[in-house]
């Protein structure tokens, strides 16, 4: 991690009246009030780790700050790239949150009051905006709301573990109410959708791979762009964004003489690898006197699919095709569902 820093409670003390005035809504210093409010998380890459999704955790808390204070927030990931002491010295970011561990940006930086296992720094020259953060962070850790969210995202654990220990649960993520909510728009079982998401991401929300799938979903920024989402770190943009494609892909199966079963199979795999390579898949798999509406003969082409000479064969439109990945992720996912079903009964 390319900035670290170590716990520094700097203007940490609230006096009983700052508290006061944080319990009843009112800011005792309204410097953000009005703003638009520009962050950084840069907190690691974690799936369940022991803090927990550190990320998905300080970007509620950052929303739920922006709202007491009532200023718009803008968050996003911090990129290896940038540099950003240079960016809080210069006002275009006004809060990165980082963790409180080893290291330190320096004089020109002060940082706010431990929060969980982080800490929101801000330029030192923004005395008035430190305290407002320490004031609300003071306020805001001891109230039944902060319990919840820290429980929803600390409390969580791997829910394939759960399987393996048969445990039971009324939860799987911190984003099931999400989720729920977007999978009745699709029609699924919210397990399923959650499975989904488990595949793609393990429900962090800075997921990032290498071709630029972001978030939750893995949604590629052009997919998100097709259906005007722009925030794919938000998870409900992430989520919305996921499923209007998923919505897609089910409309465009959707007169396709299959089962359920199948036509969810054949939903999962244009998801994974896009709609055209599966269409290869289907075309290749008529050819050669196979069932294109049954993914276990589609299974029996895509090995072939992988040679030189499948090239040659007129049909395939968007050349050799390894397709592992598509085979694994869709079982993956049916494999996942059913686990998640027995760890979270109807």
Partial sequence: MKYCVAFSLVFGSVTIGDRSNAVDGISPYETFGGDTIRCVINTGNENY????FRTGFNYELLKEFGEHVGAEVEISLADNHCDYADSLLSGAVDIMVLPDTCGHFGKDFIFSRKIDNAVWAVNSEDIAKIKEVNTWIATYTESDEY??????????VNPLTRFDRGMISSKISPYDKLIKEYAGRLGWDWRMLAAVIYQESKFSINTVSHRGATGLMQVMPSTAEYYGISDLLNPEENIKAGTMHLARLQKMYGDEDMTDLERFKFVLASYNAGEGRIADCRNLAAARNLDANKWDDILKVIPSMREDATLQETYLKFGKFNGTETM???????NIYSAFCEICPA
């Fill in 147 to 156: 319990r919840a969210t820290w429980a929803k995202y600390h409390r969580t």
């Fill in 328 to 334: 694994n992720y869709v079982e993956n996912i049916l």
């Fill in 49 to 52: 780790g022991r803090n927990g």
